[in-house]
């Protein structure tokens, strides 16, 4: 009769757990964890850093409109902005601040150096995904959606 780590039945060897195997798994699944948590991190902000770029983009694009009527007044623009995000363009206090909408922070915002005469305005979501006008009408500079 043979004894040791084969079985007399099967011909083949008996498995088992040690201390050494169970400690390689933990330091590999907790290796893991903390790649897969910085990955997400890091994926995170780059969606935010994204957002931002966007807004910006959409402000600068905005005010490059506002100012071109600004200069040249008997002009129309029609403008098309990003409206694949939650996002408001509200001037204010003589800035043009782009807004995200579920918690209200600003995502961007540029100086506005003719906001006197620009007709306040605050363009949501349902009016960026249309066309928006910049105008010059009775000395003041109107921005609005189109639909």
Not at 9 to 25: E, N, R, V
Not at 113 to 126: I, M, N
Request: aromatic share 10%; net charge negative; glycine share 4%.
């Amino acid at each position: 009769m043979r004894t040791g780590l084969f079985s007399s039945t099967l011909g083949q060897p008996k498995g088992f757990f040690s201390i050494d195997f169970l400690l390689a798994i933990g330091v590999i699944v907790t290796i893991f964890a903390s790649i897969y948590s910085v990955e997400l991190r890091w994926r995170e902000v780059s969606l935010r850093e994204g957002e931002m770029v966007r807004a910006q983009g959409a402000c600068e694009k905005l005010l490059a409109a506002i100012n071109t009527v600004y200069t040249n007044e008997n002009l129309e623009i029609f403008v098309l902005l990003p409206s694949n995000f939650s996002y408001t363009l509200t001037l204010s206090q003589n800035f043009l601040y782009a807004l995200r909408i579920e918690d209200n922070s600003c995502l961007a915002s540029v100086p506005v150096l003719c906001a006197e005469v620009v007709k306040p305005f605050t363009l949501g979501p349902e009016n960026l995904a249309h066309p928006i006008r910049v105008s010059w009408k009775e000395n003041e500079i109107i921005v609005e959606a189109i639909e």
